[in-house]
């Protein structure tokens, strides 16, 4: 099983955009899918149609409760997802005296017994606190989606080497599964400029498939789809399947023997 977070602590990245829409094309790969909506804005959650979530995920958080508890089944085929709520904004606060609280959904996700699933992925507010802290622990992999902007740029430096802070301190296992070009105006230069910039500066990091600008993907949410079933052979769908079938790559890569 893979277990991906959703990390870009800049805002309006598209680390929801494609948790939703990721999570759609794995399972229409076959793939069985838990979505862990772990941003208080609950986005990812109401665009699956999750709307005034109780308290389970804070329960889980900061209370005995089991993930178990909070999982709900999604109106896809082998999607499960667990929904966020407001409240999660509370989780700081609550786990300020906690002891090890940047563990606390990695140890309630492991002693879930077996696990269905072949892929987590976690979508993660726009903040590298407790939260994020808690997805960067529980996955073994990040997923960095970029605006395809020169602004956007500037804090990945500074995100990666969160991401390396933390695999040296808390979760030697995390890997960069890739950085993911969101929002490419193939008809822009900067756009263009912005791309190469980004595969040169972090060679070999930067998924092959790209997501371009796509009017449908910001549409989707208010129809309570993934654009899977909302606008079905849009570039947005065609764009997420790539990336499917290239994470589903990795997955044979990552089983090939090393030479
Ligand atoms: N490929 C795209 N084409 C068009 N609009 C997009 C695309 N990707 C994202 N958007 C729009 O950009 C905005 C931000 O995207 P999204 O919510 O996915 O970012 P986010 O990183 O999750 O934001 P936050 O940090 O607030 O959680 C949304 O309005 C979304 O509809
Ligand atoms: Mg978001």
């Given at each position: 099983?893979?277990?991906?977070?959703?990390?870009?602590?800049?805002?309006?990245?598209?680390?929801?955009t494609?948790?939703v829409?990721?999570?759609?094309t794995?399972?229409?790969?076959?793939?069985?899918?838990?979505l862990?909506?772990?941003?208080p804005?609950?986005?990812?959650?109401?665009?699956?149609?999750?709307?005034?979530?109780?308290?389970?995920?804070?329960?889980v958080?900061?209370?005995?409760?089991?993930?178990?508890?909070?999982i709900?089944?999604?109106?896809?085929?082998?999607?499960?997802i667990v929904?966020?709520?407001?409240?999660?904004?509370?989780?700081?606060?609550?786990l300020?005296n906690?002891?090890?609280?940047?563990?606390?959904?990695?140890?309630?996700?492991?002693?879930?017994?077996?696990?269905?699933w072949d892929y987590?992925?976690?979508?993660?507010?726009?903040?590298?606190g407790?939260?994020?802290?808690?997805?960067?622990?529980?996955?073994?992999?990040?997923?960095?989606?970029?605006?395809a902007?020169?602004?956007?740029?500037?804090?990945?430096?500074?995100?990666l080497?969160?991401?390396?802070?933390?695999k040296?301190?808390?979760?030697?296992?995390l890997?960069?599964?890739?950085?993911?070009?969101?929002?490419?105006?193939?008809?822009?230069?900067?756009?263009?400029?912005?791309?190469?910039?980004?595969?040169?500066?972090?060679?070999?990091?930067?998924y092959?498939?790209?997501?371009?600008?796509?009017?449908?993907?910001?549409?989707?949410p208010?129809?309570?789809?993934?654009?899977?079933?909302y606008?079905?052979?849009c570039?947005?769908?065609?764009?997420y399947?790539?990336?499917?079938?290239?994470?589903?790559?990795?997955?044979?890569?990552?089983?090939?023997?090393?030479?």
């Amino acid at each position: 099983m893979r277990t991906i977070a959703i990390v870009n602590q800049k805002g309006g990245s598209g680390k929801t955009t494609t948790a939703v829409n990721l999570a759609a094309t794995l399972a229409e790969a076959g793939k069985k899918v838990l979505l862990v909506d772990l941003d208080p804005q609950a986005s990812a959650s109401l665009w699956y149609g999750f709307k005034e979530m109780g308290k389970a995920l804070y329960a889980v958080m900061t209370e005995d409760a089991k993930l178990e508890s909070a999982i709900e089944k999604s109106s896809i085929d082998n999607l499960d997802i667990v929904p966020s709520s407001p409240l999660l904004a509370g989780v700081e606060k609550a786990l300020s005296n906690e002891v090890a609280s940047e563990t606390i959904l990695k140890h309630k996700f492991f002693k879930i017994p077996n696990k269905p699933w072949d892929y987590l992925l976690i979508d993660c507010p726009p903040t590298l606190g407790i939260l994020s802290l808690n997805a960067l622990t529980t996955a073994n992999e990040v997923l960095v989606p970029v605006e395809a902007h020169v602004m956007a740029l500037h804090g990945l430096v500074q995100l990666l080497k969160t991401i390396s802070t933390v695999k040296q301190r808390l979760n030697p296992d995390l890997e960069i599964a890739g950085i993911l070009a969101c929002r490419v105006d193939n008809r822009t230069k900067h756009s263009q400029e912005v791309l190469s910039q980004l595969r040169s500066r972090f060679e070999g990091k930067v998924y092959q498939s790209v997501i371009r600008e796509n009017i449908r993907l910001a549409e989707a949410p208010l129809h309570l789809k993934p654009i899977t079933s909302y606008a079905t052979s849009c570039n947005g769908a065609q764009d997420y399947r790539n990336l499917a079938k290239e994470l589903i790559g990795q997955e044979k890569k990552a089983t090939l023997p090393s030479s």
